[in-house]
């Protein structure tokens, strides 16, 4: 059958009423404008093609001839081989489902893409769609069983599945100043939830023109007759497609309600929008001095002996660790040590001073816990202690404390504080952190503290967010930070005097991180999808949260690589009991709670 004599796929005499009736030069004219025209003729191209013995599939020849060009990141993300689902936002219309189709194509073929009933009657789309009704509710849920059970089927049978949730094209939304995508229809999250199988996020750049959007503001059930107008437009830009991470439902604790599911890779795929530059670049503080060279195994190991037995406050024989508490008078050496390691470990993850040793004027009047290797002779890593009761009845009162160099404590704050330790300054020499025992001794050395000075109750600081990881990154950590960990109360309290104010997401991820990510290993998963170098938060970040720690204020530290800076605090008599018992004993405490 010849192209002339073949049926359009879309004829606009059939689309309005009394459209049979219309002149030929019009209807050819409105078709044109309505990009209809173009869709036929590409179309038939794409017969013609096959007609003559073309194997490409319909994806690639439709993206050929109606000329959709992308530039695509992440293709190694989509798996070979077995079930899974891919998701996408809809920024578009039908060239996303194209170009959908077509990259995932590129890695296998056993692909169905859910589309809704206008889609239907493309001929060459029919060998691989699965039609449902994604733009109704629960009538609409009812309506589509079969095609649930066809997506079901699919995925069982061990194929691949590739979904728009949202269902329709991104329109202007007053809320945000932007075009966003409509909500993600849940009965796809409960396709996901059910199967159990890797998702896969994808996000495509750009958006519909302002015909498109003005129309969708003023008529919003008419939008789907300009759709094909869009993809002329389409055509003279290059889309650019990021692939995410496999989402792997049995190693992630995915949220439990399908609303909160839905959210959660609604966000996957927003957070491939953003830039994947370490933030980094921006706190490029010029050349740093040379770090100085080592005091000497034999002079620490002497300073070390030399110290009284009430000092050592835990080991760990099998790693060869002992951790001990001293004043920076009794270590003169290991001090210079502690500096050098500082410097040397924050340098490393993109802070530090960048001067030759990371000593400051608090050191002196602080307590410092040393973790000390006895076979290798050196130093593993330390942490400083401020006795916040001790540091504020000295003459400089509250400023004796590191921290409120960076924070303003009002008087309920302090009153709090005053049975806290301040820790800071941690650090694990780099050799030392891929053992899991050396964060566990260091913090056994801590509990055995708390256990010897009974009157302290609390825990505060703040934990660095290095400029090494992206501005995404770190905005995701803040938000989450924000929504699920903060103390709103005592937060009312402090005031940070160099807030993070250009650390953050697009108002509708920032809705999406309060709905969406209500676990600390959702937000470990989203933050290592969005590294290059697939790092998850910070170690420290993450053991202050399992202890139940509470966020009071945030900050920036220009003067140490531009860290973001969260003001952290943990009730140990509040803590998990069986952590509590563990690095405190379990007598830590036992007074207060009865």
């Known amino acids: 059958m010849s192209a002339t004599e073949r049926k359009k796929i879309t004829d606009l005499t059939e689309l309005v009423r009394g459209g049979k009736h219309l002149p030929k030069w019009f209807v050819l004219w409105a078709e044109k404008k309505l990009g209809l025209h173009a869709l036929n003729v590409a179309h038939n191209k794409i017969e013609d093609d096959w007609a003559n013995g073309c194997t490409d599939n319909f994806f690639k020849l439709a993206c050929k001839y109606l000329n959709l060009n992308y530039e695509l990141e992440g293709l190694e993300n989509i798996p070979k081989e077995g079930p899974c689902v891919i998701v996408s936002n809809h920024p578009h219309g039908m060239s996303d489902g194209l170009m959908f189709g077509d990259i995932v194509m590129k890695v296998r073929s056993d692909v169905r893409i859910v589309v809704n009933e206008f889609l239907h009657h493309v001929r060459g789309m029919r060998p691989y769609q699965i039609t449902v009704d994604v733009y109704g509710g629960e009538a609409a849920v009812r309506a589509n069983m079969a095609g649930m059970r066809e997506m079901l089927k699919w995925l069982k049978e061990g194929h691949c599945l590739l979904i728009f949730p949202s269902g329709s094209a991104a329109t202007w939304s007053w809320k945000d100043r932007r075009v966003i995508d409509d909500p993600w229809q849940t009965n796809m999250a409960g396709i996901i939830r059910k199967t159990g199988v890797p998702v896969v996020p994808v996000h495509f750049s750009g958006s519909n023109g302002l015909f498109f959007q003005t129309i969708s503001m003023f008529a919003k059930g008419l939008r789907s007759n300009f759709l094909a107008r869009e993809i002329l437009r389409d055509g003279r830009t290059l889309h650019k497609v ?70 050592l406050y835990a080991g760990n024989d099998a790693a060869h660790l002992k951790v001990y508490a001293a004043e920076a008078s009794q270590i003169p050496h290991l001090m210079r040590e502690i500096g050098i390691r500082r410097e040397e470990t924050f340098r490393a993850v993109g802070e530090g001073t960048g001067t030759a040793i990371d000593l400051d004027d608090y050191d002196p009047h602080y307590v410092h816990l040393i973790m000390w290797n006895t076979q290798n002779r050196e130093l593993a890593g330390a942490y400083r202690i401020g006795r916040t009761d001790v540091l504020m009845d000295s003459a400089k009162g509250i400023k004796a404390v590191y921290n409120a160099h960076f924070f303003k404590f009002g008087d309920k704050v302090q009153k709090l504080l005053r049975r806290g330790l301040e820790m800071g300054r941690a650090f694990i020499t780099p050799r030392y ?17 708390l256990s010897r000075h009974p009157q302290y109750r609390y825990l505060y600081g703040t934990v660095s967010v290095s400029a090494e990881y992206t501005s995404a990154s770190r905005s995701l950590i803040l938000s989450y930070l924000r929504h699920h960990c903060m103390d709103n109360d005592l937060a009312q309290d402090i005031t940070a005097f160099n807030p993070p104010t250009k650390l953050k997401l697009l108002s509708e991820d920032d809705r999406l991180v309060k709905r969406g990510v209500t676990d600390v290993r959702q937000l470990c998963h989203l933050v290592s999808a969005t590294e290059k170098d697939g790092k998850s938060i910070p170690v420290l970040l993450r053991q202050y949260l399992r202890l139940g720690g509470v966020m009071l204020s945030f900050g920036i530290d220009e003067d140490f690589g531009g860290t973001l800076d969260c003001l952290v605090l943990v009730d140990m008599i509040k803590a998990p009991e069986r952590i509590r018992k563990r690095f405190c004993g379990k007598d830590y405490g036992v007074q207060e709670q009865e």
Not at 258 to 275: G, K
């Open 242 to 311: 990021r692939i995410g991470a496999p989402i792997c439902a049995n190693t992630l604790a995915i949220p439990e309600d399908t609303e909160s599911l839905s959210d959660f890779l609604r966000l996957s795929s927003m957070l491939l929008r953003y830039p994947q530059e370490s933030a980094g670049v921006t706190y490029d503080s010029g050349p740093k001095a040379d770090i100085e060279p080592s005091v000497g195994a034999d002079v620490l190991e002497a300073e070390i002996a030399a110290l009284p037995e009430s000092c």
């Open 433 to 449: 952190q891929r053992h899991p025992a050396s964060l566990d001794t260091l913090w056994q050395g801590i509990g055995h503290y």
